[in-house]
């Protein structure tokens, strides 16, 4: 007969056993909890990786603005010269349209307002037979160029000549009460002709108070073949009052321009964050343009020749 193990060792090697294999479940359990924890950290890491691009993301389109419209293309430009039709019983139909002609924009008007006339000096609009031409493809420069005191420096979309801050005598056009309609236009002996952007909620203008209040609206074109844009409700003239005893005799003299005073530069513009340059026009001196930024063809045409030297 086998020898039997005494019954005290027997006890001894059936709890080493147990605890053996109690041990061994335990490491087990810990391995898995590890690897669970593990998985459940790295799934937690990558998920908030996930929400960081995310709210990166939603940053980065808040901050975003919107780009600029790019320049338009010759034929586009073209395109835009046009009338609302005819809103002037007394006076002959309006006519604007334009072509392209290599690297020139052919503008032909007659210059009749395509909005309702105010009569603020004798006599109504007669039609004239205009012909301005501008560049397809604006060059600056070298340095700023002179608009004239008298005659055209750009034409509206409606074919109606703009002209600058200044009348015949040299003075401001405001100096002379009651010279321009609400709309800032008025007949002359060179025909009609718009001075400044005004607007009026008792009567048709080029454009609404609504429309100048909400965004630049395109008024058109200067003959250096930058766009002239309404900036009214939106942009701030950097010229200046220094003289004011000059104003009705000489507002060139009258004036200074002040660098960083408003938001336009001397020529009364801005280039906007898509490296795109345009005129606007302001409530104050100089209205209109202040200089050419580009240069001006010889075939520019108007009244009074483009570029004339301001004194």
Not at 241 to 252: P, R
Request: include cysteine; glycine fraction near 10%.
């Amino acid at each position: 007969m086998a020898p039997t193990t005494p019954p005290t060792r027997a006890r001894i090697w059936a709890l080493s056993l147990a605890l053996l294999l109690v041990a061994a479940a335990c490491s087990d359990d810990d391995a898995t909890t590890a690897s669970d924890a593990d998985t459940s950290e790295a799934s937690t890491a990558e998920g908030e990786a996930t929400d960081t691009d995310t709210d990166t993301d939603t940053d980065t389109d808040t901050d975003t603005e919107a780009a600029p419209v790019a320049a338009a293309s010759c034929d586009e430009v073209a395109a835009q010269f046009t009338t609302k039709g005819s809103v002037n019983p007394g006076l002959a139909d309006p006519v604007s349209e334009a072509t392209c002609d290599n690297d020139s924009i052919i503008v032909t008007s007659n210059g009749i307002p395509d909005y309702t006339y105010i009569e603020t000096s004798p006599g109504q609009p007669a039609a004239q037979d205009y012909t301005f031409t501008l560049p397809a493809n604006p060059i600056d420069a070298a340095s700023p160029g002179e608009i004239p005191l008298v005659g055209p420096l750009g034409v509206a979309l409606n074919g109606v000549p703009i002209y600058g801050a200044t009348e015949g005598t040299g003075g401001d056009v405001l100096s002379l009460e009651g010279a321009l309609s609400v709309c800032g236009s008025h007949n002359g002996p060179t025909g009609f002709h718009i001075h400044l952007l005004g607007t009026s909620s008792e009567t048709d203008c080029i454009f609404t108070p609504d429309e100048v209040a909400a965004a630049p609206q395109l008024l058109g074109y200067a003959f250096d073949g930058y766009p002239i844009y309404t900036g009214n409700d939106q942009y701030a003239s950097s010229w200046e009052l220094t003289d004011e005893s000059l104003f009705a005799s000489d507002t060139w003299s009258a004036h200074a321009y002040v660098e960083g005073s408003g938001d336009l530069d001397e020529c009364n513009g801005r280039t906007d964050e898509n490296g795109t340059y345009a005129y606007y026009t302001t409530d104050t001196f100089p209205y209109t343009l202040g200089c050419y930024r580009g240069e001006v063809s010889d075939e520019a045409g108007g009244l009074g020749g483009a570029g004339r030297p301001r004194p």
